[in-house]
Nanobody, 123 residues
Framework: QLHLVESGGGLVQPGGSLRLSCAASGFTLDNYAIGWFRQAPGKEREGVSCISRNGGSQYYAHSVKGRFTISRDNGKSAVYLQMNSLKPEDTAVYYC????????????????WGQGTQVTVSS
């Protein structure tokens, strides 16, 4: 059974940084495109950033471009989301998800999901 696990969330002040990690059990992330998604209270789940198998192609939502960086370390079978200059609007549950190839960064196109990690940006 394919399962993803997110970690690294927490409470941070505006302007601060967090680094989220995504790891897999039951399969290796190396063979999948990975997306980071978030869902804030009262809002639908949205794509934040997605990355291709080899890391060569990346998508970013306009709201996070220039502040967030997605990367992967296939040697560790891990995908990261470095979040800098965090804003209260970034508060959400963040999920990572997998699909075979980077055809989109839309949540309804991703097959395997983690349970999510809470990110709260507040002073």
């Amino acid at each position: 059974q394919l399962h993803l696990v997110e970690s690294g969330g927490g409470l941070v002040q505006p302007g601060g940084s967090l680094r989220l990690s995504c790891a897999a059990s039951g399969f290796t992330l190396d063979n999948y495109a990975i997306g980071w998604f978030r869902q804030a209270p009262g809002k639908e789940r949205e794509g934040v950033s997605c990355i291709s198998r080899n890391g060569g192609s990346q998508y970013y939502a306009h709201s996070v471009k220039g502040r967030f960086t997605i990367s992967r370390d296939n040697g560790k079978s891990a995908v990261y989301l470095q979040m800098n200059s965090l804003k209260p609007e970034d508060t959400a549950v963040y999920y990572c998800a997998a699909r075979p190839y980077l055809n989109s960064c839309s949540p309804d196109e991703y097959d395997y999901w983690g349970q999510g990690t809470q990110v709260t940006v507040s002073s």
